[in-house]
Each structure stands twice: as structure tokens, then as C-alpha cells.
């Protein structure tokens, strides 16, 4: 995907100019971490003011412009936000910070069995109805139905 020129311009229409300004400031502060991409789905962690960072989607179309996006903010449900400002402000300065993310379940394959236990259960304690979902296989192999 190439740069888009204007695309400072449609970020700012996006989540307007108060969110943008603010958002300018997290991106230089260097708020954004771990930005990835999925094809056209950039996604990334951000930084604000709560003790753990916000989750940001945005789905960019073929020419770049913003289809949709997505924060984990009590502002972001519609991607309004400063937040999804700062991910798609890195992402016009610097879009080589944005490793290609290979599928998840590539990077859990090479995992060792204890490693993905002890995943499991820091996803456990942190949301103790994934506990639902950690049942043993029927006899045909498959786990039963989703509760």
C-alpha cells in the first residue's frame, strides 16, 4: 500500500481536530506500540490515560483511504478518537513500523507446550471465563459446543 497524499487531511476529518492535535502529541510522545499489519487491518496498542493500553484497528481501503476503525476507549467504538489519530499518524510518517503480522496460530505453533500453558493461564487469570473454554476433547476430537 502507498502513501496517500492528503492523508494527513482525511486522518483529521476522520476524528476531527481536537482528536487529531491529540493524537499528534501521543504519536510523538511514542504512545503507539507494537504496530502490526494485516494486509490492509493496521493494529497497534496505545498508550493513554488508563493503566493498560487501548486496542486500535483501522481497515484501510485499496487507495489508503479509512474504511473503518476501532478503539477499546470509552471514545473509540467508532474509531473517533485520539487514539486511532496517533496509530494512523505513525503510520503516514513512519509505515515501515509496521511489521508484518504473521497468523497466530504460525507464532503458537512454534511455541514450547510449557510457554503456551503458562499463556493460557495468565489468560485465565486475567479472564476467568476463558476457563470455560479449557475443556478436554470429546472422543471424536473435537472440544464440545461454545457455552
Known amino acids: 500500500m502507498e502513501k496517500k497524499t492528503g492523508f494527513a487531511a482525511e486522518i483529521r476529518r476522520w476524528v476531527g481536530e481536537t482528536a487529531y492535535r491529540r493524537g499528534a502529541a501521543y504519536m510523538r510522545e511514542g504512545r503507539v506500540k507494537h504496530p502490526r499489519q494485516h494486509g490492509r487491518v493496521l493494529e497497534a496498542l496505545c498508550q493513554g490515560s488508563a493503566v493498560l ?4 484497528w483501522v481497515r484501510l481501503g485499496e487507495a489508503g483511504d479509512i474504511l473503518r476503525a ?17 496509530v494512523l499518524l ?26 503456551l500453558i503458562r499463556l493460557i493461564l495468565r489468560m485465565v487469570a486475567r479472564y476467568p471465563d476463558l476457563a470455560l473454554w479449557v475443556v478436554p476433547p470429546e472422543e471424536d476430537g473435537f472440544p464440545p459446543a461454545a457455552p
Open 53 to 56: 493500553p487501548y486496542q486500535v
Open 90 to 115: 505513525l503510520w503516514h510518517t513512519r509505515p515501515e513500523a509496521f511489521a508484518p503480522a504473521p497468523p497466530l496460530a504460525a507464532m503458537l505453533s512454534q511455541w514450547e507446550k510449557d510457554d
Open 70 to 86: 476501532r478503539c477499546t476507549c470509552p471514545a473509540g467504538s467508532e474509531g473517533h478518537c485520539k487514539h486511532v489519530a496517533a
